[in-house]
């Protein structure tokens, strides 16, 4: 458990468990937390608009938490009418949907006017509960953030806040087309930094970054690996069956983009790759499938057919194949379908679908950057990619075409590697994360009465 939650720095130095005011285990974890999305649902499929990895992170934890007697309300924005307020996700789990602003055709940037309506349904909630009904905040992103510092403030309880992405790293590393993240974000995130208890990061580079970009307390910061879904995500019956459920053909090198198509994610760069290629080896176009699984998100959304284009122009656009966003279980067989999947993402503060895939037993070419490095064993699970040079990406791939036996042993290396990434080890590490946070809340309040 250690080498999942360690203070900022130590995962460097070996794995060490320091909490200030001594070890978690000493003082009680919390019975019932509100746990806030404001802008993604966890009900929602995940590759369509904005929901992806973390309407898995939280889904998966949520879980885990009830599982080991940590009861979690999920509250959450509503998107349609037909919604009931409260749905039991799992035993222990419950998606409260609050009605802030119109459900449908509001976009992520249009919501920060909502927050005021989110912050009156959540209110409205609690009231109806006995006093110390939620023990603790956890929000995610932002914008629950908001919400999350006014909601601990006035239930006298801790906020836990998971960033998941951040807006200063997010602007430094943009991608071509790609728009800057607005002021009012950097600020809300600069707010949320100095009221909450602790902070979860994904890595012990997200930790840095939290530290040097908006000057966080070192010691309020806890790094925690997101878990992977091991009984969803695992080899099963293999490559070729899952080829053959899919309609893919035995023999075919298959480079697999699955995620959000926008620029963050580049997508484009592996459709260059694959011309850059081609045009090296043209006999391997009659043996190349690229799919593209999910759906336009964020500023993909203003040219929805834009990949599609850029396949036509770059002439590549018999091998491309567009697919639609998937549930999990069909993804998990793409994933055991492809020869290798492909991460060029700009900014990617974990990269939860490099796990998934390895744990399919499917190596990942990836970008070097964000949590990547960390989900990717550079040279044993996969390839990382310092930039994103089309050519660069076509060399990765050209060593898998030439050799199918390195695909097979790195799958094989992928699948033992995210073993080490279970959800019920990330769990049990948010959850004596919450413990500190509740110790030093406690502590807190008696130096403030005394």
């Known amino acids: 458990m250690s080498q999942y939650v360690s203070r900022l720095g130590s995962t460097r130095t070996g794995p060490r468990l320091r909490f200030p005011g001594g070890f978690p285990g000493s003082s009680r974890k919390p019975r019932r937390i509100a746990m806030l999305s404001v802008h993604t649902s966890p009900l929602h499929q995940p590759g369509t608009g904005d929901a992806g990895g973390m309407n898995v992170y939280i889904v998966e934890l949520a879980k885990r938490l009830a599982a ?63 006093p110390g009904y939620y023990d603790l905040v956890h929000s995610h992103y932002w914008l629950s953030g908001q919400v999350g510092w006014l909601a ?32 009012a974000r950097v600020i809300g995130e600069t707010q949320i930094v100095n009221a909450a208890d602790r902070l979860i990061a994904n890595t012990a580079e997200e930790a840095d970054e939290l530290v040097r970009f908006y000057d966080a ?16 995500f695992r080899p099963a ?20 983009f699955a995620g959000r198509i926008q620029p963050l994610k580049a997508p484009d760069v592996l459709l260059r790759a694959v011309a850059v290629l081609l045009d090296r080896d043209p006999s391997l176009r009659s043996r ?34 567009f697919h639609p966003p998937v549930g999990q279980d069909r993804l998990a067989d793409w994933f055991r379908a492809a020869s290798v999947l492909v991460m060029p993402s700009y900014s990617e503060s974990f990269g939860l679908v490099a796990i998934e895939a390895q744990a399919a037993g499917t190596p990942v070419v990836a970008a070097a950057v964000g949590g990547l490095p960390v989900a990717v064993r550079d040279g044993v699970s996969g390839f990382l990619i310092p930039g994103h040079e089309p050519e660069a990406y076509a060399r990765a791939l050209e060593r898998l075409a030439d050799a199918p036996e390195l695909v097979e042993r790195m ?16 769990a049990s590490a948010t959850a004596d994360v919450y413990t500190a946070a509740l110790a030093d809340h406690r502590r807190r309040a008696r130096t403030h009465h005394g």
């Open 217 to 232: 307390d070192p010691s309020s910061v806890a790094v925690v690996h997101p878990g992977v879904n091991l009984d969803r």
């Open 237 to 256: 019956d293999g490559r070729a069956a899952a080829r053959v459920r899919l309609g893919l053909p035995q023999d075919a090198l298959i480079p697999l």
């Open 411 to 426: 799958g094989a290396a992928a699948a033992a590697h995210a073993q080490s990434f279970g959800w019920d080890t990330a």
């Open 288 to 321: 190349i499938v690229v799919p593209v699984v999910g759906g336009p998100s964020g500023s993909g959304l203003a040219k929805p057919e834009g990949l599609q284009k850029l396949a036509a122009r770059l002439g590549i656009a018999d091998v491309v194949r």
């Open 152 to 183: 601990a403030q006035r239930w006298g309880v801790p906020l836990v806040h998971a960033m998941h992405t951040m807006a200063k790293v997010k602007n430094a590393a943009l991608a071509a087309g790609d728009t800057p993240e607005p002021a």
């Open 68 to 130: 080991i007697n940590i009861e979690v309300e999920v509250f959450t924005r509503a998107t349609t009418g037909s919604l009931p307020p409260a749905v039991e996700l799992a035993p222990g789990v419950l998606v409260r949907h609050v009605d802030a602003g119109p459900y449908e055709g509001l976009a992520k940037e249009d919501l920060p006017a909502q927050l005021c309506a989110f912050t009156h349904g959540v209110m409205q909630a609690w009231a109806g509960q006995r």
